[in-house]
């Protein structure tokens, strides 16, 4: 079995709270970040999207962040936050294109999907949050908890989907403090605190 | 003229202040704390208004246009100052993105209005020099001030949704467009209405005053549109660039919302 190639990389990245990061992620992979609340996890995934001003280098593609267009680079290693807000009418109204296939298998039927932002749930606002960007088509997502909001059975279908959408040139960099979740979608595990990342 | 002009004496000013001064009994009375304010804006409006009485006196007989450039470079250097002390939140630069927004709009368009539509001879005559650019600055101004307000409250409020549309993969330009339109909407709304009430709900000041000093009220009318025309033309120009400005303040090279550029100042006067 030939080595799966090298898709993201960060080289010693300083993000926010003062820890340097080095992380290397294959293509179909999926990386797990733990650590006490306040270790910087959502800061190093605004780092790694170029959200926050951050020294280092980050590569995807071989090709270091610094060559792309911010709107490019943002619209392939793609950040999905935590509490999604929206400023159109609908989730559906946020994605690239129709994404009830997508939303079904997360238990959202079509009619959560066009209906007012403002009327659904906190896990529903979650799931709306995944599919649009899912419906960018990005290369790396970066999940800061996915699924806190969401019961077990609707965790489950997330995961699935998720572990689906994997493919050679995508890759997931996946937030998470459900240790059973982590047990059953990572390849590589970490630990973040104020020094940088600790495989476990 | 057809006929002569009733000349107002200081007698007659100090009756006319007497009403503001009973304006300011009464606010004293009910306790609504804007006695002192007022009061203070109605010196100023004399010792203003007089000191300009002045210099006009002075600029309309000595005709060289040298002295125009410090007076002209005065009135912007206040109109820019009222920008800024009416910001709730005080954007880094903030004084050269409204002072410079305010100066291309202005003088281009007075100077536009003098040499190619109105034509005094010599051009630059103060007698139309100064007050059609002080109708401009005064308006621009306002326009600049509602909508820099606005954008940046605007943008605060709307961080996160700013921020989620960036992590999409949209550009600076796209991911403040609702805000970017509500602020240009805001600095440019209350000239539209002047525009579209001028002479039906309102008659406007510049022409009531010419007229109470004697014009023939169509050519106070034709100046008025003229008036209305530059200032609206000059507050939107305006508007639009002090908003693109403060935006382009806002973001940094690599696209990044920086909003620790915008400074909460608790102490900011109200328009």
Redesign the interface.
């Known amino acids: 079995m030939t080595k799966p190639a090298l898709l993201f990389q960060a080289s010693k990245l300083r993000i926010l709270t003062g820890a340097t990061v080095d992380l290397s992620v294959a293509g179909g992979s999926v990386h797990c970040v733990g650590g006490a609340s306040g270790s910087g996890k959502t800061c190093l995934l605004r780092a790694l ?5 951050a020294v280092g280098q980050v590569f995807l593609n071989g090709r270091e962040r610094a060559t792309w267009m ?3 680079w ?3 290693v ?4 935590a ?5 159109l009418s609908s989730v559906q109204a ?1 994605c690239a294109h129709d994404m009830s296939c997508e939303a079904a298998a997360l238990e959202l039927p079509a009619d959560r999907l066009r209906a007012p932002t403002e009327q659904l749930s906190t896990g529903e606002q979650a799931r709306g949050g995944l599919l ?2 899912l419906s ?1 088509d990005p290369r790396v997502l970066l999940l800061d908890e996915p699924t806190a909001a969401l019961d077990a059975p609707i965790a489950r279908a997330v995961e699935q989907l998720l572990l689906t959408w994997l493919s050679p040139s995508r890759a997931i960099i996946w937030i998470s403090h459900d240790a059973g979740q982590v047990e059953r979608v990572a390849d590589h595990v970490w630990q973040l605190d104020h020094q940088g990342l600790r495989a476990t | 003229m057809n006929q002569p002009l009733a000349l107002l004496s200081p007698f007659d000013l100090a009756l006319a202040a007497c009403m503001v001064l009973a304006l300011a009994g009464l606010s004293w009375r009910m306790q609504l704390g804007v006695q002192r304010q007022l009061l203070i804006a109605a010196a100023r409006t004399v010792i203003q208004l007089g000191l300009v009485g002045l210099v006009l006196k002075a600029l309309f007989e000595d005709l060289h246009p040298v002295f125009l450039l410090p007076v002209s470079l005065l009135m912007l250097l206040a109109a820019g100052r009222e920008v800024i002390a009416r910001q709730s939140q005080r954007v880094e630069r903030g004084f050269v993105i409204g002072t410079g927004a305010m100066f291309v709009s202005s003088f281009s368009i007075t100077l536009f209005a003098l040499l190619v539509v109105v034509q005094p001879e010599p051009w630059f005559q103060p007698q139309y020099a100064i007050p059609l650019l002080g109708m401009m600055l005064g308006n621009t101004m306002t326009g600049i001030t509602v909508g820099m307000e606005r954008l940046t409250t605007g943008l605060r409020r709307d961080k996160d949704i700013v921020e989620q549309r960036l992590m999409l993969g949209e550009a600076p330009a796209q991911a403040l467009e609702q805000d970017m339109r509500g602020a240009a909407r805001a600095g440019m709304i209350p000239i539209i209405n002047a525009m579209a009430a001028a002479g039906i709900v309102s008659l406007p000041g510049m022409m009531t005053g010419q007229i109470l000093a004697g014009s023939p009220p169509m050519a106070a009318v034709s100046y008025q549109i003229l008036i209305m025309f530059m200032v609206t033309a000059g507050t939107g120009f305006g508007t639009l660039l002090a908003l693109r400005l403060t935006a382009r303040r806002l973001f940094d090279g690599r696209g990044r919302l920086r909003l620790e550029r915008l400074r909460g100042r608790p102490g900011a006067r109200l328009a």
Do not use: E, I, S, Y
Not at chain 1, 49 to 53: E, G, H, N, P, R
Not at chain 1, 83 to 87: D, E, G, L, N
């Open positions: 999207a170029d959200l926050d001003a911010p709107q490019d943002r619209a392939a793609m950040l999905v936050p509490q999604p807000r929206w400023w946020h649009r960007a960018r």
